[in-house]
């Protein structure tokens, strides 16, 4: 009887472990993009923009994984199947860019939601990020977007 119920849950739980570490990081950038409820162009270009840099991708497959991200974003029922996936694929420093790029994207429009703030405090544990690293990272993206906002 045991057997029989845990072989009901084996096909979703290896079907959840399937994501691809790409699209786990689009995901999870979709997430703070849309986390105080408002999800724009100005947080879809970012996204892809994002993605192009941190992945070394061309526009339009920027374009298209964010796309994918968005979609596996919409369908997740958590963010822990992203984070895990994330946690084990990234080295410490790329996951800590990866923090960088989750923070550009909640300060995007100038204005810090505390849903936002709530998911930029759950993520870094999961990703295997302490808290000193995390407000290091959340520390140089304000200095670079006070820095781009002197020049322009």
Same mark, same amino acid.
């Given at each position: 009887m045991i057997d029989v119920l845990k072989s009901?849950? +084996?096909p979703q739980a290896a079907a +959840? !472990?399937? /994501?691809p570490p790409d699209v786990a990081i689009a995901a999870l950038l979709v997430e703070a993009g849309r986390a105080d409820g408002r999800y724009g162009e100005a947080e879809r270009h970012a996204v892809a923009h994002l993605l192009e840099d941190m992945l070394d991708l061309a526009p339009t497959a920027a374009a298209d994984l964010r796309?994918?991200?968005e979609a596996a974003q919409g369908e997740a029922a958590d963010l822990v199947r992203f984070t895990r996936v994330v946690k084990f694929a990234l080295d410490e420093r790329e996951r800590i860019a990866l923090i960088e790029g989750l923070w550009h994207l909640v300060l995007i429009d100038h204005h810090r939601d505390p849903h936002e703030d709530a998911l930029l405090r759950r993520l870094p544990p999961l990703l295997g990020i302490s808290d000193h690293a995390? !407000? !290091?990272a959340r520390r +140089? /993206?304000?200095a670079r977007a006070e820095r781009d906002g002197a020049d322009t």
């Open positions: 009901l849950f +084996r +959840r !472990a399937e /994501v796309d994918r991200g995390s !407000a !290091a +140089r /993206v304000l």
